[in-house]
């Protein structure tokens, strides 16, 4: 049995690397209160057998896992929740209402997902989509407040980056769990632990007013940190939020100077450089290409999208 990559940081939360890809793209996370567990986003179906062997290594059995909560559909952080359900029997899934019904059927996310990626590769990177009983489903409005074991986890819609995504206050660590909305900031980008923190886009629902005004939101809860699925634990969090609300602007603004693909990728690319650069990050352009390749694709798709809908208003 491969051995699960984690790490511990503090208030009864670890860190797991769901080894999508490659090493430190995707994290999700596991809370521990009164031995039970929740786990927030699950990683693909590939993740789950080391999701159970951390589970055995924390001594938690699989029958006080008590909620599991992907922050939104994208596979990469809920391509693995029926696999982890059918394997935690007294679980519930508390899901974005606009989601749970990928979760029940991921027939149509699967076909979608498929279409994307082309069969062969779809299941070599995420298997097949397990579904999920809708009575182990729960819907996370907006404001839901989840006891798990006497600790209290709070529910924010916060679309931007998709419209099926929330994220989670835990008040006993004082941080948020934030998915994809509070930015993606990869440890080789990290300098001096200064991490460099941008907006990952999906291929259709990007919205940069939307989305600043989540980050607002988030803000707005005054935590000391927040819990980033790519990758890992950020904090000293409002020079971050500045940094996040400026990349928005920028890459909305690029989009509407632009009127093709190859012009937009290429001052993506452009802009990325000169601003890792200024960082004093040491990485070569071969290997910064090769981290930020799938997310300059995905921002490209997300920003053409966001352009054809405005302008045809």
């Known amino acids: ?25 995707a994290s999700c996370y596991l809370i521990e209160q009164n031995n039970h567990a929740a786990f927030i986003d699950t990683g693909t179906n590939f993740t789950t057998p080391l999701l159970l062997e951390l589970l055995k290594i924390k001594n938690i059995p699989v029958d006080n896992v008590d909620f599991i909560i992907p922050t939104h559909v994208h596979l990469d952080h809920a391509g693995g929740a029926g696999s982890l359900m059918q394997q935690c029997p007294n679980a519930q899934l508390i899901i974005h209402p606009r989601g749970a019904r990928h979760m029940i059927d991921p027939s149509r996310l699967q076909a979608s997902a498929s279409s994307v990626y082309g069969e062969a590769e779809f299941k070599k990177q995420y298997g097949n989509l397990v579904p999920i009983d809708q009575l182990r489903v729960t819907e996370a409005n907006d404001g839901l407040r989840l006891n798990f074991q006497n600790r209290l986890l709070e529910f924010i819609d916060t679309p931007g980056h998709a419209k099926h995504h929330v994220c989670i206050i835990d008040k006993t660590s004082n941080g948020m769990f934030t998915g994809d909305t509070f930015g993606v900031a990869y440890p080789e980008l990290t300098v001096n632990g200064q991490p460099f923190i941008f907006p990952p886009s999906s291929p259709v629902d990007f919205d940069p007013a939307d989305w600043l005004e989540s980050i607002d939101k988030l803000m707005n809860t005054q935590c000391d940190r927040a819990y980033l699925t790519h990758f890992c634990m950020v904090d000293n969090l409002n020079p971050l939020a500045e940094s996040l609300r400026q990349r928005i602007k920028i890459f909305a603004d690029l989009a509407l100077q ?34 930020l390749m799938l997310d300059i694709s995905l921002i490209i798709q997300g920003l053409r999208v966001w352009v054809e809908k405005n302008t045809s208003k």
Not at 4 to 25: E, F, N, V
Not at 259 to 274: A, P, Q, R
């Open 258 to 291: 632009t009127t093709s693909d190859k012009d937009l990728g290429d001052k993506i690319k452009n802009y990325f450089v000169e601003e890792i650069r200024a960082t004093g990050c040491q990485i070569s352009q071969e290997n910064l290409f090769k981290i």
């Open 1 to 25: 049995m491969e051995k699960p990559t984690y790490k511990s940081l503090g208030h009864g939360i670890s860190c797991i690397d769901t080894q999508y890809i490659r090493p430190g793209l």
